[in-house]
C-alpha cells in the first residue's frame, strides 16, 4: 500500500460508545496530523504530531484522544461523543513542519454519532 | 487572526473551457506558503499546486495555474481544458512557519459535459 490509509471508512457510534479511528502513512514521514471536517464549514485542526511528539492541541474537547504509537501510525481514540462530533475525520502526514511541506491526506472516516 | 476566504461556493464551467476559482487571505507574516487541494467524491484531499510567497512567478502544474497577487493578497486557480474528473471541492490553503495549515470553505466545482 502507498500513502495514507485511514480506517474504519464509516463509523456510527452511540454517545457512550467507545470507538477508535486508525491511520497509516507508508511515505516515510515524520509528522501526522488529524482534521475535522464538517458541512459548510472549514477544515479544522484537531492534533498535529512531529516524531511522535504532540505539537499542537487546538482546544479539542478531551473526548477526543489522540495516539502516536510510532512516525507510521496515529489513533484518535473516541469516548463520549456528541451528536455535533458527527463529521468527516481526516488523517494527514508531512515530511516535517515546515511551511513549504505539502500535506498529504487520506481518504477520511465519515463518523456519525447518534 | 489568519484567515482564508473563497467568495465562490459553487462554480460551473463546460468540458474543454477554462475556469477560474478565487481565493483571498489575510496575514501579517512575509514568508508563507499557499496551497491549492482538491476534493473528489472519493473524500481524498489532493495536491493540485503550491506557491511559495517569495517566488513572483506564478505557479504552474500542467493544465492548472495560479495567479498569486501578493500585495492584494490574492491566490486565484486557473483550470484550462477542464475535464470532467477535475470536478470536486476546491480548497484554498494558507501556511506560514509552523504546523498550521488555513483553509478556506471550499468551492463546488462541476463540470458540464
Known amino acids: 500500500e502507498t500513502g495514507v490509509t485511514q480506517t474504519p471508512r464509516h463509523l456510527v457510534m452511540g454517545m457512550t460508545n467507545k470507538k477508535s479511528l486508525k491511520c497509516e502513512q507508508h511515505?516515510?514521514?515524520?509528522?501526522m496530523y488529524w482534521y475535522k471536517q464538517s458541512a459548510k464549514k472549514p477544515l479544522e485542526l484537531m492534533f498535529v504530531?512531529?516524531?511522535?511528539?504532540?505539537?499542537e492541541n487546538n482546544s479539542v474537547p478531551s473526548r477526543f484522544s489522540p495516539e502516536c504509537p510510532n512516525s507510521s501510525h496515529l489513533f484518535l481514540h473516541l469516548h463520549t461523543l456528541q451528536p455535533e462530533d458527527s463529521a468527516l475525520y481526516l488523517c494527514?502526514?508531512?515530511?516535517?513542519?515546515?511551511?513549504?511541506?505539502?500535506?498529504?491526506f487520506g481518504n477520511g472516516t465519515r463518523l456519525t454519532v447518534t | 487572526a489568519q484567515t482564508v476566504t473563497q467568495s465562490q461556493p459553487e462554480m460551473s464551467v463546460q468540458e474543454a473551457e477554462t475556469v477560474t476559482l478565487s481565493c483571498t487571505y489575510d496575514?501579517?507574516?512575509?514568508?508563507?506558503?499557499l496551497f491549492w487541494y482538491k476534493q473528489p467524491p472519493s473524500r481524498q484531499m489532493i495536491l493540485v499546486i503550491r506557491?511559495?510567497?517569495?517566488?513572483?512567478q506564478n505557479a504552474t502544474e500542467n493544465r492548472f495555474s495560479v495567479n498569486f497577487q501578493k500585495a492584494a493578497k490574492s491566490f486565484s486557480l486557473k483550470i484550462s481544458d477542464s475535464q470532467l474528473g477535475d470536478a470536486a471541492m476546491y480548497f484554498c490553503?494558507?501556511?506560514?512557519?509552523?504546523?498550521?495549515?488555513?483553509f478556506g470553505e471550499g468551492t463546488q466545482l462541476t463540470v458540464n459535459p
Open positions: 506557491q511559495e510567497a517569495y517566488k513572483q
Open positions: 494527514a502526514s508531512s515530511q516535517g513542519l515546515a511551511q513549504g511541506s505539502p500535506l498529504h
Open positions: 504530531y512531529s516524531l511522535e511528539e504532540r505539537v
Open positions: 511515505l516515510g514521514h515524520n509528522a
Open positions: 496575514t501579517s507574516e512575509s514568508d508563507y506558503y
Open positions: 490553503a494558507y501556511r506560514t512557519s509552523g504546523s498550521r495549515l488555513t
